[in-house]
């Protein structure tokens, strides 16, 4: 057990190496990489599952405390992501998969590694996670519809069967595993630590697949997405440290927001696009995520060196 948790705890220092790695694994062994892809809704459940483990209630009471730091970075989430995604696409003239996936990217709820990435850089945690709590619990109706009118004119969208998949991938994942810990809290304990290791391996598993199902248009149309997810990712983590200075807050939760708003759950994003559209939608999502991590990891080396203007509150 302590072999496995130092792998663990290893997986998470390197979760932005690793994923890199899953990439180029999927563009030198597309054929097999592409074997796993229609494993990727259940794999992103299981990611989900051990988010839903790490939750307790009084995650939420953040909420009560907190009210207008949560709602704003919740709504800024749930804004400037989806707005930036179909904009930067059109900015781009990437086609119509690619919009559609872009937008998908915009409208996902918050990075399951964002937390770990707040905590790094120094800000409030306990803002983080209730800011990915409340955006994963809201993404079930906050999602297709935003995919619906920013990308409904571009190609036909299946906002309900988005819906039904978010329920089945997302929210009965979560709460199941939030249940899980309310009913066998000491056991959950016990396994909490081995968590990176499933949550790491499993984006990089998924963003493998979906590089290697797609492995020729990543060559072609990859340098022009790939810049278009910077700049999305960038914009995005400027906004958010915009939102919370505007909203008055202190440093430590803008720092949370900044990172929130920045970093997508993309193994959800191209899960959906998977799954609902056509392969090429999900580019946005794997490119996403290799790209937010590393980052994220680079913004939070920075705001580590930085102590926050006033006592941290996670």
Not at 43 to 67: E, Q
Not at 176 to 181: D, K, T, V
Not at 219 to 237: C, E, R
């Amino acid at each position: 057990m302590t072999h496995l948790t130092r792998i663990a705890d290893l997986a998470g220092r390197w979760f932005a190496l690793l994923v890199l790695a899953g990439a180029a694994a999927g563009l030198l062994l597309p054929d097999r990489a592409a074997l796993a892809a229609p494993y990727v809704s259940p794999l992103l459940g299981v990611i989900m599952f051990g988010m839903g483990l790490t939750l307790r209630p009084s995650d939420f009471a953040v909420v009560a405390r907190h009210p207008r730091a949560v709602l704003l970075g919740v709504l800024a989430q749930y804004t400037i992501m989806p707005l930036l995604g179909w904009a930067v696409a059109h900015l781009f003239a990437l086609p119509p998969a690619l919009v559609v996936g872009m937008v998908l990217v915009g409208s996902a709820p918050g990075g399951t590694a964002s937390n770990v990435i707040v905590y790094l850089a120094r800000g409030d945690v306990a803002l983080s996670v209730a800011m990915t709590s409340v955006s994963t619990l809201l993404a079930p109706l906050a999602t297709p519809l935003l995919v619906l009118a920013l990308a409904g004119s571009t190609l036909p969208v299946p906002a309900g069967d988005l819906f039904v998949s978010i329920v089945q991938v997302v929210l009965v994942p979560v709460l199941a595993g939030l249940l899980l810990r309310l009913a066998a809290a000491r056991l959950v304990e016990r396994v909490l630590p081995l968590l990176p290791l499933v949550s790491v391996g499993g984006i990089v598993v998924v963003v493998a697949a979906i590089v290697g199902a797609n492995a020729g248009a990543v060559l072609t149309a990859g340098p022009l997405l790939a810049l278009a997810v910077v700049v999305h990712n960038g914009l995005g983590l400027a906004l958010g440290n915009l939102a919370g200075r505007v909203g008055r807050l202190p440093d430590s939760a803008r720092r949370a927001v900044t990172i929130e708003v920045g970093m997508q759950n993309s193994g959800l994003a191209a899960a959906l696009a998977t799954a609902h559209f056509n392969p090429l939608a999900a580019l946005p999502g794997a490119l996403f995520s290799v790209w937010h991590n590393m980052s994220g990891s680079l913004l939070a080396g920075w705001w580590a060196r930085r102590a926050p203007e006033e006592p941290e509150q996670a």
